[in-house]
């Protein structure tokens, strides 16, 4: 199990290009199931959600090789429908693998997911919609029975926008008979990828970034290569961390629009952004004044994926702000982290009260999920002294080489084997 070491209280200066979204690469990546044919998926950083997930697709049969960044899938031998408990629970997305398995397969055996405890993550609203499109559902002993020989396409309403539930069906909607509309459907950017995607394989899907999504079923998709959209968290985390520890920090790549909310509460922080072209930069030359409240919402609100790396600019602040999670149920976990380094917080059910301190000091603190342990990161970055990160396994699931994303910006972070 690695850790990081970090010295505090360098400025961060430097320009970092990010590299294809996690969250957009699973669901096409799941999504290459719904054809015999290659595909190739470019710009991919090297990320243990990925390699997971690719193992999980070998396992199903695919060959599948990654090389320089590129992606290549050959799902013509793939003749299995059951993703293994070991990696299911490693992987949350492996349960978006359901719609693409049943699109191709007809029946699919797939494990209660795992990934980051941030909450109980039921499965209710892809259950209920799968079953509204004509698949039988059988749950025994955490695993999931689907039987699709009766897909068709069917009107779907979720209950909440939930992003893998609008991907899944999308996914099981694009082989199967008829129309399927979805209603109440997630607006991330990362769905509008995945409906770009289906449609460069041939797929007819409609709608995405608005609530209602139109999929038309077709009898079979081609193979195409892919450059996914830039990763809007990676990006944004960088750009936070600019704004806590001081400096000007330029991400490349990243689309202005995916970042609006964060942009916007940045600013209100006292950090100037300036963005041109496909550059963003945030200048931060004082410390920042604390947001009086955020909430988390979902796309276009602030994304939950950037909670904790704003707490960590609140904790710094001047003044005291409020953070209201409204996605997660407890992704609060980073707080008694942050306390060990002198943050002060109190947190009551999904609100966390941030009242901003002149410095944090160094100490040994645990990642215990993705988000929360890059946040960990900045907040060593900035702290008075030594810290080190423990639970680096979590990090490495959505950053490709943190303590070098954070090294080229002028920070001293090592990761000590
Ligand atoms: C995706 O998770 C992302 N993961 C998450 O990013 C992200 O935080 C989340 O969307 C919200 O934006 C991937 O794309 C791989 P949801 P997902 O279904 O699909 C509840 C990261 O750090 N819900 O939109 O699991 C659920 O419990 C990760 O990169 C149900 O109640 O999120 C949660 O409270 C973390 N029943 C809320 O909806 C369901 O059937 C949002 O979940 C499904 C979800």
């Not at 699709?148 to 539930?165: C, E, I, T």
């Not at 193979?223 to 944004?236: E, H, K």
């Amino acid at each position: 199990m690695s850790r990081l070491l970090i010295k505090g209280g360098n400025e961060l200066n430097g320009e970092v290009t990010v590299k294809a979204a996690k969250n957009a690469v699973l669901p096409i990546l799941a999504a290459t199931l719904l054809t015999e044919d290659k595909c190739e998926i470019e710009n991919v950083p090297h990320i243990t959600d990925i390699s997971n997930m690719l193992k999980i697709l070998e396992t199903l049969g695919s060959k599948v090789r990654f090389e320089d960044n590129v992606i290549t899938v050959d799902n013509a031998n793939v003749n299995k429908h059951n993703v293994p408990n070991d990696l299911a629970k490693e992987l949350r997305s492996s349960f978006f693998l359901l719609g693409p398995i049943l699109g191709r397969m007809h029946r699919a055996v797939v494990a209660y997911p795992g990934g980051c405890d941030i909450g109980v993550r039921p499965l209710d609203i892809h259950i209920k919609g799968l079953r509204e499109m004509g698949i039988g559902v059988e749950e025994s002993h955490g695993m999931m029975y689907c039987d699709g020989s009766r897909l068709k396409g069917a009107n779907v309403l979720l209950d909440f926008p939930s992003v893998g539930a609008t991907e899944n069906l999308m996914m099981a909607a694009a082989l199967a008979k008829g129309k399927t509309r979805i209603a109440n459907a997630a607006k991330e950017p990362e769905i509008t990828d995945l409906q770009n995607f289906i449609n460069a394989m041939g797929g007819k899907v409609n709608g995405a970034g608005s609530s209602i999504i139109e999929v038309e079923g077709v009898q079979k998709l081609h193979g195409c290569t892919y450059r996914p959209i830039p990763d809007r968290i990676v990006a944004g985390t960088l750009l936070i961390a600019g704004g806590v520890c001081g400096g000007k920090v330029t991400v490349k790549g990243a689309v202005r629009e995916h970042l609006e909310p964060l942009l916007f509460n940045l600013n209100k922080c006292t950090c100037f952004i300036d963005s041109r072209g496909d550059k963003i930069s945030v200048i931060s030359q004082a410390r920042p004044r604390n947001l009086d409240k955020f909430e988390t919402q979902p796309y276009p609100g602030f994304p939950t994926d950037l909670q904790s790396q704003m707490m960590v600019m609140m904790a710094v602040s001047e003044g005291t702000g409020v953070i209201v999670e409204n996605i997660f149920e407890t992704r609060f976990r980073i707080v008694r982290e942050l306390i060990k380094m002198g943050a002060k917080i109190t947190v009551k059910d999904r609100t966390a009260v941030i009242r901003g301190v002149k410095a944090l000091e160094g100490a040994a603190v645990s990642a215990m999920d993705l988000r929360g342990g890059a946040a960990l990161v900045i907040a060593g970055a900035k702290a008075e002294g030594y810290t080190t990160v423990d639970g680096v396994e979590h990090i490495d699931r959505g950053y490709e080489s943190i303590e070098t994303l954070f090294t080229l910006l002028g920070a001293e972070v090592k990761r000590l084997r």
